[in-house]
């Protein structure tokens, strides 16, 4: 068990619909990081927020956003949501942000979303 | 444009055996790299890691070594074990030009590891 909660596990919705995945990240971690697992891509990087500050993006679509809230949860949304976004959506979290060695990430099991 | 690079989609290896799993980066910026390992309907569970300050880190079976002049990395089981059988996703991260953030690693597309008993 990694620390990092996120909710829903599974989702299904219909093209065009809008969703929200949550995260809580391990205690006492200020980062937050969103990535998008899909079947043929790997794990890409959307979007990081530390202290509530969006800090690096990137190849997150403008369709999706994000937030961090001073409890330092995060929630991913995602909107007009087509086919292609089915994928499974992992949130990770780490303590440093000022790119010291040994920021290791750590991840949670994932939101798997299918768009039908 | 992959920045991060393993090549061998997959790997299969005898129990007992070393398991070697290969990744290659082009961006001499960075210089934290990691290994995750991944189990189907899992998260990445973290691995091992280096700093670009080192050729090698061990960590009981699990050992890393990186070229920095190649900008190469592997990681070697040994012994492997049917329980090592995963994904494995290498992973690096550097002081990019977006205020020195380490986090957003950058990952290979990943080698699955096959230990036949």
């Known amino acids: 068990d990694s620390g990092v909660t996120q909710t829903p596990k599974h989702l299904i919705t219909a093209t065009g619909q809008r969703v929200t995945l949550r995260c809580s990240p391990r205690s006492g971690d200020l980062s937050v990081y969103w990535y998008q697992q899909s079947l043929d891509q790997g794990l890409q990087f959307l979007i990081q927020?530390?202290?509530?500050?969006?800090?690096a993006k990137g190849n997150i679509l403008e369709r999706f956003s994000a937030q961090q809230f001073p409890d330092l949860h995060s929630e991913l949304n995602l909107s007009s949501l087509e086919l292609g976004d089915s994928a499974l959506y992992f949130c990770?979290?780490?303590?440093?942000?000022?790119?010291?060695?040994?920021?290791?990430?750590?991840f949670g099991e994932g939101s798997w979303l299918t768009v039908v | 444009d992959q920045q991060v690079k393993q090549n061998s989609p997959s790997l299969s290896v005898q129990e007992g055996r070393i398991s070697i799993l290969n990744c290659d980066y082009t961006n001499s910026m960075f210089d934290y790299f990691l290994w995750y390992k991944k189990y189907p309907a899992e998260g990445p569970t973290f691995l091992i890691s280096i700093s670009s300050i080192k050729d090698k880190n061990e960590d009981g079976r699990f050992t890393v070594f990186l070229n920095k002049s190649a900008k190469h990395l592997s990681l070697h089981i040994v012994p492997s074990q049917p329980g090592d059988s995963a994904v494995y996703f290498c992973?690096?991260?550097?002081?990019?030009?977006?205020?020195?953030?380490?986090?957003?690693?950058?990952f290979g597309k990943g080698t699955k590891l096959s230990v036949k008993p």
């Open positions: 927020y530390y202290n509530g500050e969006e800090r």
């Open positions: 992973a690096a991260s550097g002081s990019l030009n977006y205020g020195g953030s380490q986090g957003n690693l950058i």
């Open positions: 990770a979290s780490s303590r440093e942000y000022d790119g010291s060695s040994g920021n290791t990430i750590y």
